[in-house]
């Protein structure tokens, strides 16, 4: 099975794959591996690999993520005949189902009020040491997912255009699926109070340093408190920013397909629309996008053609 690992690896290492896909890989490999180093491939049983999965005790989404891996490397396997056919191939919707859910009990999108917006980007604002406020700025008002944002250079937003838009190239966007994402009016001032526009959008020398910096904004801005245990827990969805634009965008506009577009979905219509309605009203969505730094020009000038 080792061999099948490392051909497979191979060929991800010859592809054009950002380091963590890679990363992802290995560890992956590594316990799937270790459950099963005694029993060779050919004799692999769905039931084993089910037991396994369950054994795991992740959540659907961790279940469902080292599913996908096991599948990818039984039809791997078969490709480099190995195998006949993948054990998994035996898997039924129903036994799915069990393993990773249905689907149809995901919590609805986590949305900022228009005060929390507020008060988020103003604290990023107050401390430009956290080097936050654009990466902010992107998120709540363009939409653009935080992986992204720690990406983006600043060659990439263009906010100073006639038409300003990010863009998110192959290099940066999830999947490889370049968009031109719009920034909206309000965005483009709070990015026209950033002095420092070289390099990156927003610094990571190490892996964990934005998740740290972001949780010290969080606690500047008051969010989140102290459990039991007097351990202060922020309680941040990772998906706010994203969800609170795509909710506010749709109440503003009334139109999934160009609330979508921006997002980068290749889902359907429907799955926007049964994600983001109802949650956000056009009166709040016009504070949402009224959200401005105060000592900048109040007027917001719309640059629509």
Same mark, same amino acid.
């Given at each position: 099975?080792? *061999? ?10 010859? !592809? ?9 890989? #290995? ?6 591996? /270790?459950? @099963? ?19 795991? !005790?992740?959540?659907? #989404?961790?279940?469902?993520? %080292? ?21 998994? /191939?035996?898997?039924? =919707? ?6 990773? !859910? ?20 103003? =604290? ?16 709540? @008002? ?8 720690k990406r983006l &250079? ?27 994402? /719009? ?12 002095? /420092? ?12 340093? %934005?998740? #740290?910096? @972001? ?6 801005? *008051? ?6 245990? *007097?351990?202060?827990?922020? !309680? ?5 920013m994203r969800h609170? @634009? ?17 997002? *980068? ?10 994600? %983001? ?10 504070? %949402? ?7 900048? &020009? ?8």
């Amino acid at each position: 099975m080792e *061999g099948l690992f490392k051909s497979k690896q191979m060929r991800f290492e010859r !592809g054009d794959l950002r380091k963590t896909s890679i990363d992802d890989f #290995r560890v992956s490999a590594r316990r799937f591996s /270790d459950a @099963f180093e005694e029993i060779p491939i050919i004799e692999l049983q769905v039931e084993q690999i089910k037991e396994w999965l369950l054994g795991l !005790g992740g959540g659907p #989404r961790t279940t469902q993520n %080292y599913l996908s891996f096991a599948t990818d490397i039984m039809n791997h396997a078969v490709q480099s005949r190995c195998l006949v056919k993948s054990p998994l /191939d035996y898997l039924t =919707t129903n036994e799915r189902k069990e393993l990773c !859910g249905s689907g149809a009990s995901k919590k609805e999108p986590s949305v900022l009020s228009v005060d929390d917006a507020r008060k988020l980007v103003q =604290t990023a604002y107050e401390n430009p040491k956290l080097n936050l406020l654009p990466a902010v700025v992107l998120g709540l @008002f363009c939409g653009i997912r935080t992986e992204e944002i720690k990406r983006l &250079d600043w060659a990439q937003a263009k906010d100073r255009d006639s038409q300003p838009i990010v863009t998110i190239s192959s290099a940066i966007a999830k999947k490889r699926r370049i968009r031109h994402v /719009d920034i909206s009016d309000n965005a483009k001032l709070w990015l026209s109070t950033c002095k /420092d526009r070289v390099g990156q959008i927003t610094y990571s020398p190490i892996n964990n340093d %934005y998740q #740290r910096r @972001f949780r010290t904004l969080l606690k500047l801005a *008051g969010f989140g408190g102290k459990d039991e245990k *007097g351990v202060w827990r922020s !309680g941040w969805d990772a998906n706010a920013m994203r969800h609170s @634009f795509g909710s506010y965008h749709f109440a503003l506009h009334g139109d999934s397909l160009e609330t979508s577009r921006q997002l *980068g979905h290749k889902a359907s219509d429907q799955v926007l629309f049964d994600h %983001y309605r109802a949650l956000a009203t056009k009166e709040q969505a016009e504070r %949402y996008f009224s959200i401005k730094p105060e000592n900048v &020009d109040s007027k917001i000038v719309s640059i629509a053609g």
